[in-house]
């Protein structure tokens, strides 16, 4: 298959300091990718660059053929790259329709788009449409994490960028969550998805990136990295 997303040779850093090295890394069509590492490991920060948030200081970053290094943030949605931020990000004094329709701000002129997006959501989290008018502060953790996905959605994405899906979340409810990553695949969408949470990743990526203080150090299917032992003593508790 052919790469939608392409990530070369990236460094960026903050201040003095280089967090992200000299990272190569793709996704193809059709597949959900994992970025592992610990805590502070830069996972964030690579994800930032592709989504315009935050500046890169050298690299490509090319979406279906395009350059995009250098976006602003908005160009890169309205280009088709949609991302879920970690800690859901949820504006809590706003109701649920109203998180939903800051998501589809970027297509003010495609009503009948929109109006198709909702009833696909709300189909999609029933949960979402019962409380509509509920303010979003208020919903669990979990219920936020499915609003931030489903914000997300409301772009009409190409592509979905997931940081931390899992955080915080009972163990009952991040299998909810995983459900709904594949799901969102299944529709043809590729995910691009950052985790600690390293048994969760590798189960649903096809494959996946270490990133150690801002350095990919393995990669590979996520078979085979689930079976290395650097992996399994690292992060699986082998």
Same mark, same amino acid.
């Given at each position: ?13 903050? &201040?003095?300091?280089?967090?992200? +090295?000299?990272?190569?890394? +793709? ?8 970025? @592992?590492?610990?805590? &502070?490991?830069?996972?964030? *920060? ?5 989504? &315009? ?6 690299? /490509?970053?090319?979406?279906? &053929? ?28 706003? *109701?649920? =329709? =109203? ?23 709300? %189909? +999609? ?17 979990? /219920? /936020? ?6 914000? %997300?959605?409301?772009?009409?994405? /190409? ?12 163990? @009952? ?24 949470? %390293? #048994?969760? %990743?590798? =189960?649903?990526? +096809? ?25 399994? #003593? ?5």
């Amino acid at each position: 298959m052919a790469d939608i997303l392409e990530v070369k040779g990236l460094n960026v850093s903050y &201040g003095k300091a280089t967090v992200v +090295h000299d990272v190569n890394i +793709h996704v193809e069509e059709g597949e959900i990718v994992a970025i @592992l590492g610990a805590n &502070g490991a830069g996972k964030t *920060t690579i994800l930032r660059s592709i989504t &315009g948030l935050k500046k890169a200081d050298s690299g /490509q970053i090319t979406f279906k &053929g395009k350059s995009i290094y250098g976006w602003s943030a908005d160009k890169v949605v309205k280009g088709g790259i949609a991302m879920v931020p970690e800690n859901r990000l949820i504006f809590g004094p706003m *109701t649920v =329709e =109203e998180n939903l329709q800051l998501g589809s701000w970027t297509r003010q002129r495609d009503r009948d788009g929109v109006r198709k997006s909702f009833e696909d959501v709300y %189909a +999609h989290f029933p949960i979402l449409k019962e409380r509509k008018n509920q303010m979003g502060g208020s919903l669990s953790g979990g /219920q /936020q994490q499915m609003l931030a996905v489903a914000r %997300a959605l409301m772009t009409n994405p /190409q592509m979905m960028l997931m940081d931390e899906p899992s955080i915080g979340l009972s163990p @009952l409810m991040v299998e909810e969550v995983g459900k709904i990553i594949m799901d969102i695949n299944s529709r043809g969408i590729p995910v691009l998805l950052v985790e600690q949470n %390293a #048994r969760v %990743a590798l =189960e649903l990526a +096809h494959r996946a990136y270490i990133l150690e203080v801002g350095n990919i150090t393995l990669e590979g299917e996520s078979k085979s990295l689930m079976n290395d032992e650097r992996v399994q #003593r690292a992060y699986l508790g082998g």
